[in-house]
Structure formats: structure tokens, C-alpha cells
T-cell receptor, first 116, second 113 residues
Framework: DAGVIQSPRHEVTEMGQEVTLRCKPI?????LFWYRQTMMRGLELLIY????????DSGMPEDRFSAKMPNASFSTLKIQPSEPRDSAVYFC??????????????FGEGSRLTVL | AQKITQTQPGMFVQEKEAVTLDCTYD???????LFWYKQPSSGEMIFLIY??????QNATEGRYSLNFQKARKSANLVISASQLGDSAMYFC??????????FGIGTKLQVIP
């Protein structure tokens, strides 16, 4: 079974440009999470979805960030306009609800974003 | 809301020795799960071990064990017989109400030959 697939793996862009990160969760997983990892703040939860519906977006830094999940097999995280402080590794992870609060998160390989 | 605290930014351990990585959590959810992940320098997130809040016994997975003390709200990771390949960042995480998963800031472990 294929794992969580993220693209692009690396993105270098200039300040002010739009950035779109993509994620394909594992088939059959009904939870999808977007995390941002930086040295200073560790792994921050940005937003997560259940059955394609956003459940909690309180971690989204500001209006420049948006996320969508149009169907069970695809999600996007968009930053517009991008700023240098957005430089980080963005992880997507998915999870299947076997029992309440159990089941490991399966992570993608991450998208390393550099905003110049 | 959940909060995970990892107070050890960095740890050293001699090869073949055991090491304990500390984690405390704060949650108001009656049912929750606790996880540990490993992140080597290559960047991938590797699941190590899981403990449910109602599990009576501490979880074990090979050389990894989770020392769960519910009253103290601690979920320390114990790695026995450390190997050079254990050098990595280690993250503690909790899953609570509505399946939200929150991570601590991590501990960097270095295994010395």
C-alpha cells in the first residue's frame, strides 16, 4: 500500500509568490493533518480534516494560509502571498480511526519550503 | 486543549546503555493516546510506540518501552541497549478529543560510541 505522498519535496520561491503544497493520504484513512516544522517551534498542527471536512484550523497562522480537501484522496495547503518566515518543512499525515484516539499517524516525506 | 512538554533539548547516551526521554502531557480529555516518533537527520517521521490512556500495562515495542504514569501525566520513552542508529530527534505526541494530535518540541538524542 502506498504511503502518504506529498509534492513538491522542495520548493524555493520569492517573497510574495503563491505556494501550493499537495498531499495524497493513504487510501481508507479518514483523518488528514497538516503540520509545519521549524527549529524554533517544533511540529505545529496547522489544520486537520475528518472525512474531507476541516475540524480545527486554529493553528493556521493567518489569512495568508488556506487548506482544502476536495475529496478523500487529495488535499492542498496554499500560502498567498508567501513570506520568508513561512520557510519550513510542511508535513502531511493521515490516520484511520480504528478506536477512539488510537492509530498511528502516517507521515509523508515533507515539503521543504524556502521563501527568499 | 492538549499540551506536550519535553524538557530535554538534548541528551547523550553511551552505546549499549539505556536512556529515558521525558514527556509530560496535559489534557482534559478522559480518553487519549500517547505516541513517540523518531526523526533521523534524513527528516522522515518514524512511529515508535503507542499507549492508550486506559491500557493497564506499559507499551513495549522491541527496545522501546513507554513508562506511563497516569497520575503524574508522564509518558517517558525508554530505549534499551542504545545503538548508533538511535541518534535522532524524538517527539512525544498526544491524541485527544476529536482525534487532534499534538506534538512536543522534541529531544535530540546522540549516541556516543
Amino acid at each position: 500500500d502506498a504511503g502518504v505522498i506529498q509534492s513538491p519535496r522542495h520548493e524555493v520561491t520569492e517573497m510574495g509568490q503563491e505556494v501550493t503544497l499537495r498531499c495524497k493520504p493513504i487510501s481508507g484513512h479518514d483523518y488528514l493533518f497538516w503540520y509545519r516544522q521549524t527549529m524554533m517551534r517544533g511540529l505545529e498542527l496547522l489544520i486537520y480534516f475528518n472525512n474531507n471536512v476541516p475540524i480545527d484550523d486554529s493553528g493556521m497562522p493567518e489569512d495568508r494560509f488556506s487548506a482544502k480537501m476536495p475529496n478523500a484522496s487529495f488535499s492542498t495547503l496554499k500560502i498567498q502571498p508567501s513570506e520568508p518566515r513561512d520557510s519550513a518543512v510542511y508535513f502531511c499525515a493521515s490516520r484511520r480511526r480504528d478506536r477512539p484516539n488510537t492509530g498511528e499517524l502516517f507521515f509523508g516525506e515533507g515539503s521543504r519550503l524556502t521563501v527568499l | 486543549a492538549q499540551k506536550i512538554t519535553q524538557t530535554q533539548p538534548g541528551m547523550f547516551v553511551q552505546e549499549k546503555e539505556a536512556v529515558t526521554l521525558d514527556c509530560t502531557y496535559d489534557t482534559s480529555d478522559p480518553s487519549y493516546g500517547l505516541f513517540w516518533y523518531k526523526q533521523p537527520s534524513s527528516g522522515e517521521m518514524i512511529f515508535l510506540i503507542y499507549q492508550g490512556s486506559y491500557d493497564q500495562q506499559n507499551a513495549t515495542e522491541g527496545r522501546y518501552s513507554l513508562n506511563f504514569q497516569k497520575a503524574r501525566k508522564s509518558a517517558n520513552l525508554v530505549i534499551s541497549a542504545s545503538q548508533l542508529g538511535d541518534s535522532a530527534m524524538y517527539f512525544c505526541a498526544a491524541s485527544g478529543g476529536y482525534q487532534k494530535v499534538t506534538f512536543g518540541i522534541g529531544t535530540k538524542l546522540q549516541v556516543i560510541p
